[in-house]
């Protein structure tokens, strides 16, 4: 079953067409990745799809329903989220609060019960604060549940972005990049906690640079180029692909 | 009628011009730091002051009096930057606003303190007599203005575009990071920046003063409207600061003639709010595309 | 968390403390002037506790505040003066329409960023005082007018200690909503907008209307603690709707501390005692306050209570 489609989308930069009638779709439940080439458009992508870029032509199909330009903060409600290729943390607040951030639409948000702190309001947060602390088990951050955020490292920053992105309990998450700046036995660790994710039933759409990743966990990849799709199907045939050879000759061809 | 409107017309390009001068400044300190300087109008100030002072307490004669004014705001200029900014280089954008309105404050209350609270007139460079041009009375003050004005812009194109520091300045503003690797000393064109900055605000004091008189506090509703110019103009873009300075002197200047001029000083703030309204980045800025 | 835990925490433990001073301050103080003084102070500190939930919580700067005090101040002079309505009504006449207003430019205003953010704000301040000034008719024109006393019920408060009370009472309460605001996740939300809008959104976080509340809620403060100080000094003129009073505040917010409630407080109570001290100074006392200004931010650029609050965590480990 679909869970996700995008139809002939198209977005540009000036001049630059970085999304180019570009046609896709995710598979419910299974891990995807997206690759390609520097500037292949795969981070426009995942600004379109999460609404914070509007496409200029196109559509954008969650679920069967069309979510083409609504805001960002809608999205979450229907079930999408995702991390950033440079870090979003909120620097301002401990890893906690962060992924308590990631619940804002499961808590009791309204103005007035919040401002007189009224118990059941109360109650709902420590509710809330507890199941943030078991995400950040679930993603391996323990040690840091109570630390400011601008006093980690950066590895653990990267796996705080996914315990928040998984706070908002999502259908399909998308990652941008989790493993960049990782050293070999950290994505060794993103790699696992993928497969924990996917295990729980979230379909994840992947973009990464490293290979070794992507061919690891991906059931289905799909290769972006200027814009437009490439090619798709599984590690071993994206791998024999010529088109995809000749597009990576020279950059990341040697790892294929 | 029509020579009321020339009227009104002369004095708003006029004033316009001042305005235009302090918001050029204002661009030229925000590309090469970010820092938006809430003590650009106490350069205006003390440009004025100074030179009143040289000439009328010091007995300097008039082309003494004026260079040594504007050379004496750009040692302040350069003071402020060295021992206010430079030291607060990584503190926040609020921060830094808060320096520089403590700087406006410390100037301010300098100013009084060498010179007194009173109102001081700087006489025009050629007299007072108005030139009459087919009706309308030029003051020979508002020519001197509009025609410094018209000269620092052709001198600060021929600087921005054929001058090493001025490219070395443009390419700062356009990326710090890259102009930096290039070898671009972004310590020195702060420096200069704020020196330059001074200056021109300091001109702009010299030459409104025998119009709007001079006293500690000329500098605040300069500056802000100086502000406004800068930021009607898009904030960055040196000749978008001339357009937006001209566009807020002489819509105060018909509002005050045509409409009411109690409301003149609101002008300038109705203006920007309502460009700000419907183009967010003013008349001429970029639009920011949000990397993320 | 045990019960004498709690107590150490900025939330009992702060409020405690500020209890403590209110309760214990008036017997060091010898008279009405000092009085006066604090009664400010207080009022300040309201308006900046609100202001620092927009500037330092929610990360959006405001140059323009004095206007909606000013407006609340003005609403109260003439709607009791002018019209004879009781000063409770007017108070909340006043917070509405100033919270109507700033609803009504908040979605434009709240859609500029930085510099240009500070340039919205500052121009809609400065119209709003170049209105009071203008509209002589009904304000009395920048010679301000005469205010009323408060009453409430008939009961009219007299003497400074009762204004003590009252104002330590406001502040106090306005301390304890804002913490509530701060810790819940109307409160981190708020954060998250200063943090990462983007990251915000994707948490379903809807920015705009979360600016838009906070902009409404210091904007009502302001308009209330506005009231409240007429009525306290019996007269209003528009400078206390000013640029020059809406920079005041910002630098008590900043001088405090961003994202810090007795950041606020703190700002508030050094920057008007302040001047006070420098008068002391005669001619000197603009150029020390502003060297003030300058050092203060120079060496401490989070702040008085963030930047001692962190030496004393650092010192405890």
């Known amino acids: 079953m679909t869970l996700l489609a995008v139809e002939s989308l198209s977005k540009a930069f000036g001049g630059n067409r970085a999304i180019d009638g570009l046609s896709l779709s995710v598979r419910q439940g299974a891990v995807h990745s997206i690759i390609g080439p520097n500037g292949a458009g795969k981070t426009t992508l995942f600004n379109l799809v999460t609404g914070i870029y509007t496409p200029e032509h196109g559509r954008i199909l969650l679920d069967g329903a069309d979510t083409t330009g609504l805001a960002p903060y809608r999205m979450a409600g229907l079930g999408l989220s995702r991390t950033f290729q440079n870090l979003q943390v909120f620097f301002n607040m401990t890893a906690l609060e962060n992924v308590m951030v990631g619940m804002h639409l499961h808590c009791d948000r309204r103005f007035l019960p919040s401002m007189l702190r009224l118990p059941r309001v109360v109650r709902r947060d420590a509710e809330i604060a507890a199941e943030a602390a078991e995400l950040l088990h679930f993603v391996g951050l323990a040690d840091y549940v109570g630390a400011d955020s601008d006093a980690m490292p950066y590895g653990a920053l990267k796996r705080l972005e996914i315990a928040r992105a998984l706070a908002t309990k999502p259908r399909l998450l998308l990652l941008d990049e989790p493993a960049a700046g990782l050293n070999p036995s950290e994505t060794g660790e993103i790699d696992d906690l993928i497969r924990k994710i996917a295990g729980t039933g979230v379909t994840v759409v992947l973009v990464e640079h490293d290979m070794r990743l992507v061919m690891g966990v991906s059931e289905h990849i799909l290769v972006l180029d200027r814009g437009t799709l490439l090619a798709e199907g599984t590690g071993e045939e994206i791998r024999h692909n010529p088109d995809v050879v000749a597009a990576y000759l020279g950059e990341e061809g040697r790892y294929l | ?292 | 968390m045990n019960r004498f835990m709690r107590l150490a925490t900025p939330r009992y433990g702060g409020m405690l403390g500020l209890a403590a001073i209110i309760a214990v301050l008036p017997a060091f103080l010898p008279n009405s002037f000092y009085f006066d003084v604090v009664i400010l102070v207080g009022l300040n500190a309201i308006v900046c506790i609100g202001l620092n939930l927009l500037v330092g919580y929610a990360g959006q700067i405001s140059l323009g505040h004095a206007g909606f005090f000013g407006l609340g101040a003005y609403a109260s002079a003439i709607l009791t003066g002018n019209y004879g309505w009781p000063p409770v009504l007017a108070l909340l006449a006043g917070a509405a329409g100033t919270g109507l207003l700033a609803f009504a430019v908040a979605r434009p205003i709240m859609k500029l960023r930085g510099h240009y953010l500070a340039m919205g704000t500052l121009g809609l301040g400065i119209i709003i005082s170049i209105v009071l000034t203008q509209e002589v008719d009904l304000t009395g024109g920048p010679d301000g007018m005469p205010v009323s006393g408060f009453s409430v019920l008939g009961w009219e408060p007299s003497g400074v200690l009762v204004w003590y009370w009252i104002v330590g009472g406001l502040l106090l309460l306005t301390v304890w909503l804002a913490l509530n605001i701060v810790e819940s996740p109307v409160g981190r939300a708020l954060r998250a907008v200063h943090g990462s809008e983007a990251a915000a959104q994707t948490m379903g976080v809807d920015v705009v209307h979360y600016k838009v509340l906070v902009f409404v809620v210091s904007a009502v403060l302001a308009s209330i603690a506005g009231s409240v100080f007429v009525h306290y000094i019996g007269f209003v003129t528009p400078s206390e709707a000013g640029f020059v009073h809406s920079i005041e505040l910002i630098t008590m917010v900043v001088l405090g501390g961003l994202a810090s409630i007795y950041g606020a407080v703190v700002g508030a109570a050094i920057l008007t005692t302040l001047p006070q001290l420098l008068t002391a100074l005669h001619d000197y006392e603009m150029l020390g306050f502003g060297a003030i200004m300058m050092g203060v931010m120079i060496f401490m650029p989070k702040g008085l209570v963030p930047t001692v609050a962190r030496l004393i965590r650092d010192r405890v480990r």
Not at chain 2, 90 to 102: C, E, H, K, Q
Not at chain 2, 173 to 179: D, H
Not at chain 2, 257 to 276: E, H, P, Q, R, W
Request: hydrophobic letters at 55%; a neutral charge; charged letters at 10%.
């Open chain 2, 1 to 292: 009628m029509f020579t009321e409107f020339l009227q009104f017309l002369l004095s708003g390009v006029t004033v316009g011009a001042t305005y235009a001068l302090v918001g050029v400044g204002f661009s030229i300190i925000y590309n090469a730091s970010q820092v938006i300087n809430f003590a650009q109008g106490e350069f205006v100030m003390l440009g004025g002051m100074m030179a009143w002072f040289l000439f009328e307490r010091a007995g300097l004669p008039m082309p003494a009096a004026v260079p040594l004014a504007i050379a004496g705001t750009v040692l302040v200029g350069l003071a402020l930057e060295k021992f206010a900014i430079e030291p607060a280089r990584n503190a926040s954008i609020v921060t830094l606003i808060i320096i520089t309105i403590g700087a406006s404050i410390f100037l301010r209350g300098g100013a009084q303190l060498v010179w007194g609270r009173d109102f001081h007139a700087l006489p025009a460079l050629s007299g007072d007599a108005p030139i009459d041009l087919s009706g309308v009375a030029v003051n020979p003050q508002s020519l001197w203005v509009m025609g410094c004005t018209v000269v620092v812009v052709i001198l600060l194109h021929w600087f921005f575009s054929r001058t090493m520091t001025g490219r070395a300045m443009r390419a700062v503003a356009f990326n710090m990071l890259a102009a930096q690797l290039a070898g671009v000393n972004n310590r020195l064109i702060l420096m200069f920046s704020f020196g330059l900055s001074a200056a021109l605000g300091a001109l702009a004091g010299v030459l409104i003063a025998p119009i709007t008189l001079t006293y500690p506090d000329v500098g605040i509703m300069l500056g802000l409207k100086g502000f406004c110019a800068a930021i009607l103009g898009g904030l960055g873009y040196p000749y978008g600061a001339i357009v937006g300075g001209l566009i807020v002197g002489i819509s105060e200047a018909m509002t005050a003639g045509y409409v009411s001029s109690a409301y003149k000083d609101a002008v300038a703030f109705v203006i920007i709010l309502m460009t700000l309204f419907f183009m967010p980045n003013g008349l001429f800025g970029r639009r920011g595309i949000e990397r993320v």
